[in-house]
């Protein structure tokens, strides 16, 4: 459209740019925050090492497996992992009573008893799984010498008093 002098009019005016500098700061920053996420990602699905607050080990013993060193905790977490393997036939047992229990809730009218019957039967797969566990720690804790035997109370003990903080 031309004004009154009949010279065309001016486009519209154009939105201000960021400076170079900045736009290339802004994609660095994008770049950045995302290599984190996926840091963070990568590592809890992973297990995350020492970002992680427990552990495969861990979910036997807690404070107990803690206390042990880092590679007694290695040595531990891989014995217990082949004892998992050798009882995979527990696996599928756990999934079908798992599977029971939740027919056992649908049911109407409620049968209180079968749904307590079905957490017996998941406990006492649970229970399977927790005695394998704990036979490979007795088992590792066996071959301690009577020092180190002492110094795994030692760090039991201060597990103990750093959680209950």
Known sequence: MADQTGKPA?????TPRAPRWMRVTLVMSLALNLLIIGAIIGAASTGGGKW???GHGDRFGGPLTRAFSEEDQRVLKRRMAMAAISERDTW???RSAMKNLAQALRK???DAEAVRQEMNNVRDLLGQRFNSAQNVLTDHIAKMSDAERSVLADR???ELR????
Do not use: I, K, M, N
């Not at 001016?10 to 154009?14: E, L, W, Y």
């Open 10 to 14: 001016d486009p519209q005016p154009a």
């Open 108 to 110: 109407t009218p409620y």
């Open 156 to 158: 039991l003990e201060q």
């Open 92 to 94: 599928g047992a756990h």
């Open 52 to 54: 992680r607050s427990g």
């Open 162 to 165: 750093r959680r209950r903080r």
